[in-house]
Nanobody, 125 residues
Framework: QVQLLESGGGLVQAGGSLRLSCAAS????????????LAWFRQAPGKEREFVAA???????KYADSVKGRFTISRDSAENTVYLQMDSLKPEDSAAYYC???????????????WGKGTLVTVSS
């Protein structure tokens, strides 16, 4: 069974921080947690889902330009959890944040095989 469960969303003032967590159950007959690309996407009301950050299974990290220098993605293999540390938050960061996992080294939404249900982040001005 493969599934992702996000937590950590909430209401924060602009300039504040939040850390999102995504608990992963990703073990299959051929892959384990460390052999998945893990990513975060977000979707604001009325907007398309957009890429935020990815931790490729090769070890490469990738960030959207809009969050570079403010957000940090990391994974804890012992806990099978991927995190998104969000600092210097802005009102435009408000969105539902989704954790996703894929088996390639691509970070597009269409490359993800498993999605969580999302956690809501609201940044007040």
């Amino acid at each position: 069974q493969v599934q992702l469960l996000e937590s950590g969303g909430g209401l924060v003032q602009a300039g504040g921080s939040l850390r999102l967590s995504c608990a992963a159950s990703l073990q299959t007959s051929t892959r384990t947690f460390n052999h998945f690309t893990l990513a975060w996407f977000r979707q604001a009301p009325g907007k398309e889902r957009e890429f935020v950050a990815a931790d490729m299974w090769t070890g490469r990290l990738k960030y959207a330009d809009s969050v570079k220098g403010r957000f940090t993605i990391s994974r804890d293999s012992a806990e099978n959890t991927v995190y998104l540390q969000m600092d210097s938050l802005k009102p435009e960061d408000s969105a539902a944040y989704y954790c996703a996992a894929g088996t390639t080294t691509s970070s597009g939404a269409s490359d993800m095989n498993v999605w969580g249900k999302g956690t809501l982040v609201t940044v007040s001005s």
